[in-house]
């Protein structure tokens, strides 16, 4: 086998290796946390799901379309209060230009993983900041305005209608990847993602990247602060009666095989009681 067999041996046993790692954190581990909790563990992900079908079902009357704008319909011109207050329903609302029956797939696994992985409040706080943080950033590009090397954003943005969970499913496999260690999930998920919102740039696309963005520091700031606590566990917190115990230990007797020489002996006033 040539030098170039050999480079290419390494590599794909690497890359085995990574797979088979990042398949065991990221299936294994959550399957076997659903077997262990049963049903109870895809909760977030059921009422994901249905929430966005019922949604959608009631999107298709015209009284029903209505109610939906004015319960999750989010957009960069509303005034900031009514954005924030309609901003958790709007990740039931299903985007209009994307198919909801294919979507629902990606939903069900991110929020079924994230919650077997992650628990159910982390994974609330995770979707809820990665689309949060897409919101508010729409708001920041249109009070830039054009221009800025395309960073701004025309007024004309501000009435695009901006609701779905494809936000929150990218932050979830983003932070996902992240916190598990598992590069080639993050490639697969965020930076086809980030692909598409080169290759396609609209509203949605910049909303994906600030999701990545935020779900990247999110993922990074709980990374760190586990190696903190791991750290501090290591080397232990001082103990205060440490100093009491060392006494102690010095002061016991200590107990001696039949072959050791014996200790010094203790002096009479020593083993004198006291009679005061």
Known sequence: MGPLGAVVLRSVTALGRALRGEWRNIVV?????????????????????????????????PAGAVAVRLLGGVRGDLPLWLALLRTP?????????????????????????AELTLGRARTLAVAYTATLAGTLSVR?????????????????????LDTGPSAAVVGLFTYL?????????????????????????????REHLIAVATAVVLGLWRALGMRDRVRRGASGPADPGG????????????????????????SPAACAPDRR
């Open 140 to 160: 920041v590009m249109l009070a830039l305005g054009p221009g800025w090397g395309g960073l701004g954003l025309p007024a004309v943005a501000g009435r695009v």
């Open 89 to 113: 329903v709007s990740l039931y609302v299903p985007a209009l230009d994307l198919p909801v029956w294919a979507g629902l797939t990606q939903l069900f696994l991110a929020f079924a993983l």
């Open 243 to 266: 100093a009491h115990v060392l006494a102690d230990r010095e002061a016991a007797p200590v107990a001696r095989g039949p072959g050791a020489p014996p200790g010094p002996a203790a």
């Open 29 to 61: 581990e959550p399957v076997r946390q659903l077997a262990r909790r049963g049903l109870s563990g895809l909760l977030l992900a059921f009422v994901a799901c249905l929430g966005v079908i019922f949604f959608h079902a009631l999107a298709q009357h």
């Open 177 to 205: 990847a992240v916190v598990r260690r598992a590069p080639i999930v993050f490639v697969l998920t965020s930076g086809s993602m980030v692909w598409e919102s080169i290759a396609v740039p609209n509203l949605a696309g």
